[in-house]
Every structure is written in C-alpha cells, then in structure tokens.
C-alpha cells in the first residue's frame, strides 16, 4: 500500500458513538451518570483480557469450550469499538492519527528492511 493513502474511519466512528450513546442512557438511568474516560478504558481493559485468552485458545494454548471463531469476531470487533469511542472521547481524529502513524510506520520499516538486505 503507497505511502499517503488515507484509511477513513468517518463511518466507523459515527456507528461507534451511535452505541456508546445508547450505553450512555443506560448508565445515566441505572447508574445516575454516564462513564467516565477512566472507565471506558477499565471496560477496554477487561475486553482485551478477554481477546486474549480466546487468541491462546487459537493457538491451543488455553482450554476453551465454546464457539472460538464467532467469540473471537466480537471480541475484535468490541476492542475496535473501544479504540473509535475512546479516540472519539479524548477528541483524537483516529482516521489522521492512524493513517500518519502508518505512514511513518512504513517509511521507517521500508528503510530498515533495504538496510537489513545490504547486511544479510
């Protein structure tokens, strides 16, 4: 993929927050106020530990009963969310900020690959 090209995450964070909303009214009617950031990221947490005994159980290295493939889709798709309602929380352009990240992600690797082949 050329250098540049911008990932658009618009829809994605548009449905993410259309979700986060709706625990948002759930949290305020049983609970009197909605997250905190703090707590989004406790609820992340909680997920990524999750995703990551279900990618052991892939692997065969944790014991799990159930349906691998389909808990492993909504986990990663759960930790995606986390990421765009965060991201859209804390006020961060998570389409700029990925697609720069990438961007200088694969100039640095790209010069680090040609270096490694004149060494090897």
């Known amino acids: 993929m050329p250098t540049g090209k911008k990932m658009d995450f618009t829809a994605a964070t548009a449905r993410a927050r ?37 990618v052991m159980a892939a692997e065969d290295r944790w014991l799990y009963k159930g349906d691998l493939p389909r808990e492993l889709e909504d986990k990663l798709s759960e930790c995606l969310w986390w990421v765009l309602v965060l991201a859209d929380r804390l006020g961060v352009d998570i389409t700029k900020a990925f697609t720069t990240k990438m961007n200088e992600l694969d100039v640095q690797l790209t010069k680090s690959v040609a270096r490694s082949k004149k060494t090897a």
């Open 18 to 54: 259309h979700i986060r909303e709706l625990y948002k009214q759930l949290e305020e009617r049983l609970h009197g106020s909605a997250w905190t950031p703090q707590e989004l990221m406790l609820g992340y947490l909680y997920d990524i530990g999750e995703l990551g005994r279900l």
